[in-house]
């Protein structure tokens, strides 16, 4: 079955996509790379450095990172266990906790920033201030279509 021709515009959004995924792996790469030495992996640092912003509950957090409530529920459980982070009563549900950060945890999420601090300064100062936040209005404008349910056929 032969595909239909594209527009010049869906070959440079597949390009774009392409190019996109293939980051998230080498950011996924290196995040576990920073977070290693302090036992960690990227996931949990996520979740992490997202219940170091304010209680909320696991769904919360799959919202905030863009992902799964179930993914993010196993990560929070074998954070909890390790004792970085707890699970508080939410007054505004009964069966869905909060997640809050330990003292232990913000050690440990501490660590990862000093790195992730290094790490940013080299590659940001050779990319560039100027192309670094183009490129990061243009995911953004990309995530705002996809927001808008321009996800798949119409």
Do not use: C
């Amino acid at each position: 079955m032969k595909n239909p021709p594209r527009s010049e515009a869906a070959d440079a959004f597949a390009s774009f996509s392409i190019a996109v995924l293939r980051l998230a792996g080498h950011l996924t790469a290196a995040g576990d790379a920073l977070a290693k030495p302090s036992g960690q992996t990227s996931a949990r640092w996520q979740v992490l450095a997202a219940a170091s912003h304010g209680t909320m509950t696991v769904a919360d957090v799959g919202r905030a990172l863009g992902q799964a409530r179930q993914g993010i529920q196993r990560i929070a459980d074998v954070l909890e266990a390790e004792g970085l982070t707890r699970y508080e009563d939410n007054p505004a549900h009964q069966r869905a906790k909060l997640l809050a950060i330990t003292p232990k945890g913000a050690t440990a999420l501490a660590e990862i920033k000093s790195r992730q601090t290094e790490w940013a300064d080299a590659l940001g100062a050779e990319i560039g201030t100027r192309d670094l936040r183009e490129a990061t209005d243009l995911v953004g404008r990309v995530l705002e279509g996809l927001g808008r349910g321009k996800t798949g056929p119409t």
